[in-house]
């Protein structure tokens, strides 16, 4: 037997909104056998946005029942029923919870007929209830209103039933299902509106609370990777919502990833918070005249040629740079040994270490290693990829660090720089945008960067 069940409500979130409408209307698996109905008093006003929705206002509610008065009533009507709705988290969600404040549990089995419509009538435009009736044949009376919305729900359910070949309604109940998969707050519907593209993700709880910021250069597919592992089980149950921001460039990404988590101190980014900049990259000339590099933890009044949020992002970025400038990587720390270091004996050191090259040779290229180091009042721009065929990313640095970013046309002619730079949004400087930018400048071309003068 199936509770075909649709409500109305004072706002979108269940922890703080209240159902002002219920409607029940239940399916043998052949036929509709009855309805139940009722107006709910939520114990507050009714918005304005609400009733302009619905047609629902306060006065209509002032002599309707409590949900705890009809929640005996409506746990018996349901108990042993299989919950279907159009959406079924956002509806299941709200009365779990109403049943919760009157200290009854309630845990159906539940269907949820947007998922169920993707898979047995694939290929549509949109799975929203209006859409879908739309193209079924349905005729919905009195949309928006919870038993209107809900008798047209099971009509639906009924042509689910009877197109369903390949059993996905069984499956669905007994769990086998893949979408089940997802987060219990978040709908199928919710999940393949995200997109396969580059740029930052919110994980929002049921307040709305962002507890999560991430990047990801597929959103999409990123998504489903945070719930393996029992070590995400919290996350996986207080997230109710996502939202994005697309980038198109991976390195807008990651500083609006690093700013975002600044800004908004996430629950679950515990790990990004506490990054801080403690280690850097130093240089010095050793008594033969060779210029070193060594790496150390970041100490007051010593300014290091580039700086990280831990050693092993240093020893990382320090390495590729010695394989990248030929090298050698005893005299940068990266090798200990007494004699001549291990590169040289199969010839990737040219033998600075063992006084086979001449300081003046070996130092030329040690100079060209940190070149890019930010100076004081340095500024310039980098073209990227934009969120569309038709516009570039255009990013503002200062010294290293993201001052600001915006979106351009990819035909912009760059003779009138300021009227780029006037363009862009200003952000707050934070320290993880210099170390990022250290970290990727390497891979930019120099079509790609735009020196400014400094401001």
């Known amino acids: 037997m199936y509770a075909i069940v649709d409500i109305e409500t004072t706002g979108g979130f269940s922890a703080s909104n209240r159902i002002i409408e219920i409607a029940v209307v239940f399916h043998d698996g052949q036929k509709i056998t009855g309805h139940y109905e009722k107006l709910l008093n939520p114990g507050r006003a009714v918005p304005g946005f609400i009733t302009g929705l619905t047609g629902i206002d306060s006065g209509m509610l002032e002599g309707a029942p409590t949900f705890a008065q009809i929640a005996d009533e409506l746990l018996e009507l349901l108990e042993g029923k299989i919950f279907v709705a159009h959406n079924v988290s956002f509806d299941f969600n709200f009365v ?35 859409r879908l009736c739309e193209s079924r044949g349905i005729q919905v009376n009195d949309r928006h209103r919870a038993l209107g919305d809900a008798w047209a729900t099971a009509i639906l359910f009924g042509q689910l039933l009877q197109a369903d070949q390949q059993q996905e309604i069984s499956q669905s109940v ?62 996986k149950t207080e997230i109710f919502d996502v939202s994005y921001e697309l980038t198109g460039s991976e390195l807008l990404a990651l500083l609006l990833e690093a700013m975002e988590i600044k800004r908004l101190w996430p629950k679950y980014n515990r790990s990004l918070k506490v990054r801080s900049v403690s280690w850097g990259i130093y240089a010095y000339l050793d008594q033969d005249g060779f210029k070193r590099f060594q790496i150390n933890k970041i100490v007051s009044g010593v300014k290091p040629l580039m700086s990280f949020s831990s050693h092993a992002e240093a020893w990382k970025n320090l390495s590729d740079k010695i394989e990248a400038f030929d090298l050698c990587p005893k005299l940068s720390g990266i090798q200990k040994t007494a004699g001549a270091c291990y590169d040289y004996q199969f010839g990737k050191c040219k033998g600075a270490c063992c006084g086979k090259e001449p300081s003046e040779a070996y130092n030329q290229r040690a100079e060209k290693v940190f070149g890019n180091a930010f100076k004081e009042g340095e500024r310039f721009l980098i073209k990227d ?33 300021q009227e ?17 930018l250290q970290s990727f400048i390497g891979k930019f071309s120099t079509d790609h960067i735009i020196h400014l003068s400094s401001g």
């Open 96 to 130: 779990k919870r109403e049943f919760e404040q009157v200290n009854k549990v309630f845990k159906p089995k539940r269907l949820c007929t947007v998922r169920l419509s993707r898979k047995i009538f694939p290929g549509l435009k949109s799975y929203s209830l209006g």
């Open 174 to 235: 007994k769990g086998r299902n893949k979408s089940l998969t997802l987060p219990p707050n978040i709908s199928s519907e919710q999940y393949e509106q995200l997109p396969q593209a580059t740029g930052v993700y919110y994980f929002h709880d049921k307040n709305g609370r962002v507890i999560y910021v991430g990047k990801a250069i597929n959103i999409k597919s990123r998504f489903m990777g945070h719930f393996t592992g029992k070590s995400k089980i919290n996350l």
């Open 385 to 417: 990829k934009g969120r569309s065929a038709e516009e570039e990313a255009v990013l503002l640095f200062e010294e290293g660090f993201l001052a600001a970013f915006g979106y351009v046309d990819l035909a912009l002619d760059y003779n009138h720089v």
């Open 420 to 436: 780029v730079v006037d363009c862009l949004k200003p952000v707050k400087r934070v320290a993880e945008t210099r170390l990022l």
